[in-house]
T-cell receptor, first 117, second 112 residues
Framework: NAGVTQTPKFQVLKTGQSMTLQCAQD?????MYWYRQDPGMGLRLIYY???????DKGEVPNGYNVSRLNKREFSLRLESAAPSQTSVYFC????????????????FGAGSRLTVL | GEDVEQSLFLSVREGDSSVINCTYT??????LYWYKQEPGAGLQLLTY?????DMKQDQRLTVLLNKKDKHLSLRIADTQTGDSAIYFC????????????FGRGTSLIVHP
């Protein structure tokens, strides 16, 4: 019953440090996503991956990089963290393929709370 | 561009009905969703409705869709303190990206 697993759950960084958020899903889903959640802003899409080997920018990609390591894993990297990247980050996955007509229901991880000082 | 709007807060008394409203701008929306986020957790799908439906009911939850006005609502009957959470409306359009667009979320506060 793991679903989508994110690590770490909490992290504090200093400005300029780098780190990688890890995400893995065990549902054999094709698509994976990274969102950030800020108070009053809702969810904003950072990057997504429609299938293994492909990644695309979302609404707020600046300052981030991603890697779709295999079908299960999708990581988010902050090369030089800034205080504006303080947020809660959510990874999600879904079974819908690009161009598919299904409901595309997303399954979310529990979130990673990142503070940049 | 595409936009999904919700009010930020709703406060109700335990046992009352709650109605959370959402408006969207894209008339080509095919699926509309309600997700729930409990404190400290990720989002979980509550329900979704296909655009050719007007209503969907699931136990205490009733979803109403008015396509003409581009308005979606979620009614929770007999609201309980355990229903306190943030509720997100989202839509998916028929063209372009298959990724749902989320509203900012409505914080539902249930008073005993």
């Amino acid at each position: 019953n793991a679903g989508v697993t994110q690590t770490p759950k909490f992290q504090v960084l200093k400005t300029g440090q780098s780190m990688t958020l890890q995400c893995a899903q065990d549902m054999n889903h094709n698509s994976m996503y990274w969102y950030r959640q800020d108070p009053g802003m809702g969810l904003r899409l950072i990057y997504y991956s429609a299938s293994e080997g492909t990644t695309d920018k979302g609404e707020v990609p600046n300052g981030y990089n991603v890697s779709r390591l295999n079908k299960r894993e999708f990581s988010l990297r902050l090369e030089s963290a800034a205080p504006s990247q303080t947020s809660v980050y959510f990874c999600a996955s879904s079974g819908t393929v690009l161009g598919g007509t299904g409901a595309n229901v997303l399954t979310f991880g529990a979130g990673s709370r990142l503070t940049v000082l | 561009g595409e936009d999904v709007e919700q009010s930020l807060f709703l406060s109700v008394r335990e046992g009352d009905s709650s109605v959370i409203n959402c408006t969207y701008t894209d008339s080509s929306s095919t699926y509309l969703y309600w997700y729930k986020q409990e404190p400290g957790a990720g989002l979980q799908l509550l329900t979704y409705i296909f655009s050719n439906m007007d209503m969907k009911q699931d136990q205490r939850l009733t979803v109403l869709l008015n396509k003409k006005d581009k308005h979606l609502s979620l009614r929770i009957a007999d609201t309980q303190t355990g229903d306190s959470a943030i509720y997100f409306c989202a839509d998916r359009t028929s063209g372009g990206s298959y990724i749902p667009t989320f509203g900012r979320g409505t914080s539902l506060i249930v008073h005993p």
